[in-house]
């Protein structure tokens, strides 16, 4: 039913890049491999300017998708009406090929806290982010797709692990997954569990796009390692091994390579794309 009532999710099954303005002309005139490229939502709800027109530019050649990092679909108020509204308006122009956001919370009261936040997964929380789900594919006119996590902690008070969590989302909202594997990696190091066991229990058929990224290293207050989510760097080979690993039991999916602080320039960049490239080609064969 929901594929008759929004827009599906289209990303070609290739590599596809964050897009900063920095990369614009290397893109345009030589962008390897790279078939797609994610923008951020909240980067593009102006009413004009460079931005805007080098987006309907890149739009002409390239797939995109649009991430948002605001909508806040953990939180406990109802969603920002508001930000829901330019949503709306720079999908309806810009007609991306898939729309995704993260499973966690970013505001509380008035205030917006520049971070994504962690939940407990309690059928109170369940309910309350379907119910956001639901609004927000109605408001955009499409599926969403919903990213795990990167966790640091664990609460007591849950009820469901993460996986069947994710999957009762997708079952009751008619969403898609994202799957970010460095993601998996860092929680799995981080809660000391088996990342690989993770992706055995992940409901990979529902998943639409992946995504892979740079952490840190660090330690705790207690001399375990600590790993951060920073998306700074290349992608740790580890994390090349579980996205083998993952794509041998989902099939070809498209794949993202995320890169927000410290930029390389393009030619690193584009490198990253190509090793993806690798890791899909003998899938998709």
Sequence with gaps: MLDTLYTPISLPMSPGVGYKPQHFSDIMENPGPVEWLEIHAENYMGAGGR???????????????????GLSIGGEEPLNEEHLSRLRHLCDWLKPASFSEHLAWSTHDSHFLNDLLPLPYTKKTLNRIIEHINRLQEAIGRRMLLE?????????????????????????????????VNNVFVSATNLKVSAREY????????????????????????????????????????????LDHTLGLSGPRPI???????????TELANEARRAESALSPVRA
Excluded: M
């Design 148 to 180: 795990n996590p990167s966790s640091y902690l664990a609460f007591e008070e849950s009820e469901y692990g993460e996986t069947e969590f994710l999957d009762e989302i997708a079952k009751r909202t008619g969403c898609g997954l994202l799957l970010d």
């Design 51 to 69: 931005p805007l027109a080098q987006l309907r530019h890149l739009s002409e050649k390239f797939a995109i998708s649009v991430h948002g990092v």
């Design 199 to 242: 992706i055995n229990s992940f409901p990979l058929t529902r998943v639409g796009e992946i995504h892979l990224g740079g952490h840190d290293k660090d330690v705790d207050d207690y001399g375990e390692p600590l790993l951060i989510d920073s998306h700074n760097q290349k992608v740790a080979d580890s994390v090349w091994t579980l």
């Design 256 to 266: 993202l390579i995320e890169w927000d602080s410290s930029i390389p320039e393009w």
